[in-house]
């Protein structure tokens, strides 16, 4: 199971802080990473983590997202600043884990305003 948090409604330029707490330990990973889907578009992906700690961002995020890993609290974060009208969308946590494949979260709407 995972569990997301920290969306919200913000202006243009502030930041947000998103959280994806895991049922599963966040040593036994593949990969976790978030995804965002805005109305009428696919779901893409924004941000991932592997096991070894590597890191991807799709370009439209890069230099103002971030993602990171607590693997004591099996939580995954994603900090994102300078955000934009764009950005708006549900940001999804998904991740692949070592004993039971792939998991999803709910989602969590973000929309920033201009």
């Known amino acids: 199971q995972l569990v997301e948090s920290g969306g919200g409604l913000v202006q243009a330029g502030g930041f947000l802080r998103l959280s994806c707490v895991a049922s599963e330990s966040t040593f036994s990973i593949y990969a976790m990473g978030w995804y965002r889907q805005a109305p009428g578009k696919q779901r893409e992906l924004v941000a991932a983590i592997t096991s070894g700690g590597s890191t991807n961002y799709a370009d439209s995020v890069k230099g103002r997202f971030t993602i990171s890993r607590d693997n004591a609290k099996n939580t995954v974060y994603l900090q994102m600043n300078s955000l934009k009208p764009e950005d708006t969308a549900v940001y999804y946590c998904?991740?692949?884990?070592?004993?039971?494949?792939?998991?999803w979260g709910q989602g969590t709407q973000v929309t920033v305003s201009s």
């Open positions: 998904y991740g692949n884990f070592m004993r039971v494949g792939a998991l």
